[in-house]
């Protein structure tokens, strides 16, 4: 008999121990993301040609708005797409996690939806260190913008877990204008030249963004912005292109022939590109102003973007002065 009492009360003390273990085991907290893109296009606003550019997405396109967590060893714990039709529109996102320190990574992309276009490609999120985003072989335009939000989130033990997320843009808008495209018919290519490219960034072990840029001794071996003009029936088009951030970042107006021979190269600009920066570079084939001659002009701006005029001789990269003209734009 007290062979099965010293049996039943050492049971007792293996169940008291166990469920007291249990009470040491971490307890998932209740978390709620706000999420607002609308800090994305907001920084770049003043570089719209046209207003509702660079705001309006197509009736085919969409915003897409991924969120990921890390725990401090870079495993993602936390994954969420959500798919928007305007940058206005604020994503709500709840989750459990237990109570410590995580990398919050959002990303906003645009996409299009008949033909499954993405202008940067996401890949490689299962671990932080082998995240990657990489811009696509199109070109984008102004669907090319990339939002970035990379911090580090603390979940508390006593809850009050409501997060508010706002991405910035990592890159800066280019928009270029061409006047009276038609002028010369020798021209079969036209655009903005750039002597780097950076297509793709990854992160390091704190999830700061790490940008790899491309260049060939510094030659305008990319473009910013091209096209052909006898492929558009307006006189005055204009583009626009997202850059992401980088230094020594130069371009020049270029023109060649059909047989790829060089017509023109202007001088360059040369520009320290951050976050947020807007830019505005223009050309005109034929200035009416000055006897007909091709003046082109560029540099940053902070104030709405419009027709800017000036002398050739008297262009200034960094101080450029700005005025509306009254001449019929198309993209």
């Not at 299009?112 to 199109?138: C, Q, V």
């Not at 669907?143 to 890159?171: C, M, Q, S, Y």
Request: with cysteine; aromatic share 12%.
């Amino acid at each position: 008999m007290k062979k099965y009492l010293f049996l039943l009360l050492g049971l007792a003390g293996a169940i008291s121990f166990t469920a007291c273990g249990g009470d040491d085991e971490p307890t998932e907290q209740a978390v709620n993301f706000s999420i607002n893109p609308n800090t994305v296009i907001t920084p770049l606003l003043p570089a719209e040609v046209v207003s509702g550019d660079l705001e309006t997405l197509s009736s085919t396109e969409v915003l897409e708005v991924h969120h990921y967590l890390y725990d401090e060893n870079g495993n993602k714990v936390f994954e969420q797409q959500n798919d928007v039709k305007n940058y206005t529109t604020i994503v709500k996102e709840s989750t459990y996690l237990e109570a410590g320190s995580y990398t919050s990574v959002v990303i906003t992309v645009v996409c299009s939806k008949t033909s499954n276009i993405h202008f940067w490609e996401l890949s490689g999120f299962d671990r932080l260190s082998t995240a990657t985003i990489t811009r696509s072989k199109y070109l984008g335009l102004q669907a090319g913008i990339l939002g970035l939000d990379v911090r580090t989130v603390t979940i508390n033990e006593t809850g009050n877990n409501d997060l508010k997320i706002e991405p910035e843009p990592f890159g800066a808008m280019f928009s270029t204008i061409y006047l009276n495209i038609h002028t010369y018919d020798v021209i079969s290519t036209l655009g903005l030249a750039a002597n780097r490219t950076a297509d793709s960034l990854s992160f390091d072990s704190y999830g700061d963004p790490q940008v790899s840029i491309q260049s060939n001794n510094n030659a305008f071996a990319w473009w910013n912005s091209y096209f052909d003009p006898n492929d558009r029936s307006a006189d005055n088009v204009y583009y626009y292109q997202f850059i992401v951030p980088m230094s020594n970042y130069k371009v020049r107006f270029e023109a060649y022939s059909s047989s790829n021979e060089q017509l023109l190269a202007t001088d360059s600009y040369s520009y320290t590109v951050n976050k947020g920066d807007c830019f505005l570079h223009y050309i005109d084939l034929c200035d009416e102003e000055n006897d007909n001659k091709i003046t082109y002009g560029g540099g940053k701006i902070s104030g709405k973007a419009s027709m800017p005029s000036f002398d050739a001789e008297a262009v200034n990269a960094e101080e450029c002065s700005i005025r509306i003209a009254e001449l019929p734009i198309a993209k």
